[in-house]
């Protein structure tokens, strides 16, 4: 992952644009025992050498103890990393990182000093949050003020809140009382995505310093901090989240595009949702609510009314078509080339014999040459057997649009119902079909709503497969209209 360079390699090694790969030494490669097993893997399926400056042409036996060398030698590295960083901590210098309300100290590694001015916006934060004020209230009026906030451009409740397993977050950082604490966190790499992932320790392998000259908030109050979240955090089972709505995660605000939220419900009981920025941090020139049911109605909506219009499978059959097509004439030229190589070589070997049978030439230098032609006759002809068959036509059935309809119908059915907020399966089959959701507001449509949908499909067919050939997305949806503008018969 990140690796352009040995990823544009390895697609030229595919078009066979070169035969040998040259390297300092195999850890150039990787330092991964599996990607370097796996790189030379698949260089020698291809008929690609891999040769090491010092080592000559790279074989298995060298390929495991190199990957095995390398991946102690970057674990060895990781372990005296964090050797050294918990060296530094135990003499009250920082492991990494800059934590809001300090600067580094030119000169000196791991020193930090308190920056006054930022130091007063976390008393601030304390003070109010022990008064009553919630962090969200904390943040609007931060951004209000136009206070710079540790990272990005605009605090949110997060910020100020954190997160408990963690210890992260203003509220519970215990620097601010002249407590440094090490190793809340640890860094793994998903092996699949090949991104760096941070996982919580247990507080019992955090490592603690007293740290005095950089407490910037007195220990009561931050006492009274953590025991005003501490009430805050006994959470009713009545009040525990519900389960997952048909569309959580999807909705995007059509003004400032962050995720949309539940934010309670009417007198009638209708569950409205607001941007998360506007109530998180009140940054949100679109701070009104919406109502889910009419959203959902949208959405709902356009995906039958897109659906349904058999030109969205037949666009798909058409440019699966097209590309097998130009896939099957780039392997017909081949096919072509191999032949002629084939007939080429034939003609070749049967001047060899009959040069050979006649004895017009010297057998000990016709005969090796008749055998390398025959080893290359063998090898173009098994290339050849490999070459896919000619594409057949996919026509396309009507038993599918068939099935769209009936997973459309029941999704409609169990919104009607009201059971789609803990509809697990209408959720998961929502998501199979829709990427994000934007809402817009939109005064002069039913509902006041306009939904723009981003779905998985696009992404395979592009605009031209849907009706209304809106660019981008499946289509401007209006509640209880369908696409814009309404398309009749659909």
Known sequence: MGREGLLRMLDRARERSFDVVIVEALDRLSRDMEDLAGIHKRLSFLGIEIRAVHEGVVNTVLVGLRGLV???????????????????????????????????????????????????????????????????????????????????????????????????????????????????????????????????????????????????????????????????????????????????????????????????????????????????????????????????????????AELRAPKVISEYVRTYLEERKRLEATSHAKRQRLEQQLGQINQEIERLVDAIAKGHGDPSVLGPRSTALDAERKRISEELQSEPPAVKEVALHPGILKRYEEQLGRLEEALGKGVSAGDAEAAEAIRDLVETITVFRDPGGPGGVAVEIAGRLNALLGEKAYPNQVKGVWGKVVAGEGLEPPTPGL
């Open 70 to 304: 390398g991946q102690l030698y970057r674990e060895d590295n990781a372990h005296k990393v964090r050797r050294g960083q918990a060296g530094r901590v135990r003499q009250g210098l920082a492991g990494g990182g800059l934590t809001y309300g300090y600067a580094a100290v030119a000169g000196k590694s791991g020193e930090r000093v308190i920056v006054e001015a930022e130091a007063q916006v976390i008393r601030r934060i304390f003070q109010e949050y022990v008064d009553g004020r919630t962090p969200r209230e904390i943040a609007h009026d931060l951004n209000k003020e136009r206070v710079s906030p540790p990272r990005g451009w605009a605090w949110n409740a997060s910020t100020i809140n954190g997160n408990l397993d963690r210890g992260a977050g203003i509220l519970q950082n215990e620097l601010y009382v002249g407590r440094l604490v090490w190793n809340k966190v640890r860094m793994v790499k998903d092996p699949d995505s090949g991104k760096r992932l941070s996982r919580p320790n247990p507080k019992t392998d955090w490592q603690v310093a007293e740290v005095p000259h950089l407490a910037i908030v007195d220990p009561e109050l931050f006492r009274s901090a953590q025991q005003r979240k501490e009430e805050r955090g006994q959470t009713h089972p009545s009040h525990q989240r519900r389960p997952r709505r048909m569309l959580s995660g999807l909705l995007r605000c059509g003004s400032c595009g962050s995720g949309m939220a539940t934010n309670g419900r009417d007198k009638s009981g209708r569950v409205r949702i607001r941007c998360s920025a506007a109530t998180e941090s009140g940054t949100c020139p679109d701070a009104k609510t919406f109502y889910l049911d009419t959203v959902e109605s949208a959405v709902l909506n356009g995906l039958k």
